[in-house]
């Protein structure tokens, strides 16, 4: 029971580390922009990291991190040892301003340890291979959706009727998808509003599809209004949109990295025999869980958000909403695929994205190819780290 509770210790000081390690995902264009200032973007960040717990309910993202590794090869070494080599990595590149991935890392740290503890076939290789895959796509996905965003903007600025034409299309299938996922009955109305308000009308998990509904539609609101405004009063306009932009992403972030740590504090839970099954979860691991990546997300990064706000490309308050409502989308989409991927790698393709709609030569690609070597390292030294860990704790565990 020691060993438990030094493991889940483990695992929300790692979630704290992956807070303030990924601050930057955040915070790093609003305070790069100059609309927050570095204290107001981080209390801003941490506040909308903990209300992802009130809108990611379904878990599937740490239900994806506890079946990286076959149940009957998980037990209580294995994760502490998993949890010490992500937690060392994590804080070397944290140290050295390096935004590489918290969420490959963790993931690096247990396929390691348990490639040491019962071999290669420990491994689920299907679901490491589909997360693998998203260290390409989640940045490539965040970087044309952001180039197609940073467009829309650009000509909405114009007076041409093209962009009016695609806001309106925005505007219909946003009005369509509530229609479908609004339920009108005027009994239930009267009689239980306010349960109607939140059980019928956002029906638990498609909450966060509203939500990302909802600012798409003020955006698209906000586009034929762009060809009026000179460029004083659209960048005034474009830093009360970060807001909201940023917001999005805190939420993504949140509802994306706390879960991988709950799954890694299940399976620990499942191997000592304290729950049977994933969906024995107890209410309090997503809450210390969301808790714990909300305070470290305060405690910021200030190394890492100077590489992410200025370092990949110049961003204007134009194009912090762009990179950030592109970082939201990819991660909200990804989490419904239950699919756990970087943050850090999304909001990078992102800013790469806006930066490139000016010219391929406004991205210091030097500095991107730098970041991509860290991105590629992280899951093999986090798991060689991890074997080597293992190897030393097994020998102490087993006397």
Not at 33 to 55: G, M, S
Not at 199 to 206: E, P
Not at 325 to 343: N, Y
């Amino acid at each position: 029971m020691t060993f438990l509770i030094v493991i889940i210790a483990l695992a929300l000081i790692f979630d704290y580390i992956n807070g303030f390690h990924d601050a930057a995902n955040s915070i790093a264009t609003i305070v790069s922009t100059k609309v927050l200032t570095p204290f107001q973007a981080v209390v801003w960040a941490a506040v909308f990291n903990f209300v992802a717990f009130f809108i990611f309910k379904d878990h599937g993202v740490a239900n994806t991190i506890a079946k990286t590794v076959h149940e009957e090869f998980i037990t209580l070494p294995v994760i502490f040892s998993g949890l010490i080599a992500a937690i060392a990595w994590n804080l070397f590149t944290w140290w050295f301003g390096i935004p590489s991935s918290s969420s490959h890392t963790l993931i690096g740290g247990f396929a390691g340890a348990a490639i040491a503890h019962a071999g290669f076939n420990s491994v689920n290789s299907e679901k490491v291979m589909e997360i693998a895959s998203f260290i390409v796509l989640a940045p490539l996905v965040g970087m044309l959706v952001a180039f197609i965003i940073s467009l829309w903007f650009i000509n909405s600025f114009r007076k041409g009727p093209a962009p009016k034409i695609i806001s309106l299309i925005v505007i219909g299938l946003v009005m369509l998808f509530l229609y479908f996922n609004i339920e009108t009955n005027p009994d239930k109305l009267k009689t239980h509003f306010d349960s109607y308000i939140v059980k019928v009308i956002f029906h638990g998990s498609n909450f966060k599809w509203l939500l990302l509904a909802f600012i798409l539609l003020v955006m698209a609101v906000f586009t034929f209004f762009l060809s009026t405004l000179n460029a004083a009063r659209s960048n005034q306009w474009f830093k009360r949109l970060q807001l909201v932009s940023s917001a999005a992403f805190s939420i993504g972030h949140g509802g994306n990295d706390a879960q991988k740590v709950m799954g890694i504090i299940t399976a620990a839970l499942i191997a000592d025999g304290q729950i049977s099954d994933f969906h024995d979860m107890p209410v309090w691991v997503p809450l210390a869980c969301y808790a714990a990546i909300g305070i470290g997300t305060m405690s910021g990064g200030w190394k890492i958000v100077k590489t992410m706000g200025t370092r990949i490309t110049k961003v204007t308050p134009f194009e912090g909403v762009a990179a950030e409502t592109a970082g939201a989308i990819t991660l909200f989409v990804t989490e419904a695929l239950k699919i756990p991927v970087s943050t850090t790698h999304t909001i990078t393709g992102s800013i790469i994205g806006v930066g490139a709609t000016k010219r391929l030569s406004a991205v210091r690609w030097g500095v991107t190819l730098n970041l991509l070597w860290a991105w590629i390292l992280t899951i093999p030294v986090s798991a060689a780290l991890a074997a080597g860990v293992y190897y030393l704790v097994s020998h102490y565990y087993a006397s």
